[in-house]
């Protein structure tokens, strides 16, 4: 254990002693299940499994950014909803969803108004 600890060390000193940049924090990334690029999170759509009036889950585009539970990150393009599809990486992301329900149409008229209108994250007290 002691000769573990004294590796850890040793490769933090290295680290440091070699100099170089340090890292700079740009904010909040996510990966979008479409098109498996990485982008700001103000970029993206959340995605949440919610449960419909009849029991089963289904996937909902969350616009505040706030509903419990685990999301999942798409682009508002038709592109990205396109190979999400595609690759079902919705049902995987978000497990049980086996309908997406009007996602399609909910996502198109995002990509219409932009993902800037959706800043709602920041409300007034």
């Known amino acids: 254990m002691t000769k573990i600890l004294l ?6 000193k290295n680290a440091v002693t070699a100099g170089g940049p ?4 740009t904010g909040a990334a996510r990966t979008c299940i479409g098109c498996r690029q990485t982008a ?3 970029q993206l759509v959340r995605l949440v499994r919610t449960t419909s009036g009849s029991g089963e889950p289904e996937a909902l585009v969350d616009l505040r950014r706030r509903m419990p539970g685990r999301g999942a990150w798409l682009h508002p393009s038709p592109d990205c909803l396109q190979l999400a599809f595609k690759r079902r990486a919705i049902g995987r992301a978000l497990p049980g969803v086996t309908n997406a329900g009007d996602l399609a149409e909910r996502l198109a008229g995002l990509s219409r108004d932009g993902v800037q209108s959706l800043r709602t994250d920041i409300v007034p007290l």
């Open 40 to 42: 700001a999170r103000d």
């Open 7 to 12: 590796g850890i060390a040793q490769l933090v």
């Open 22 to 25: 340090a890292p700079t924090f």
